[in-house]
């Protein structure tokens, strides 16, 4: 990803409280498209949901 890039996925991401650092970001999404890294990010949000809502459903 590029700079303009990385500020859209931390402007992004830290819309739910997702806060990410440049470096973080470079280091984990660097390879990347901005696309790709979302898509991964929104993934990880329904997955971390799903186990919340399991554990409150029990």
Do not use: C, P
């Not at 830290?14 to 440049?22: A, L, R």
């Amino acid at each position: 990803m590029n700079k303009i890039e990385i500020d859209t996925f931390i402007e992004t991401t830290g819309e739910f409280g997702d806060v990410w650092t440049v470096e973080q970001v470079q280091d984990v999404y660097g390879n990347k498209s901005l696309d790709e890294a979302l898509a991964d990010r929104r993934a990880s949000y329904e997955h971390m949901s799903n186990i919340i809502g399991n554990s409150i459903n029990k």
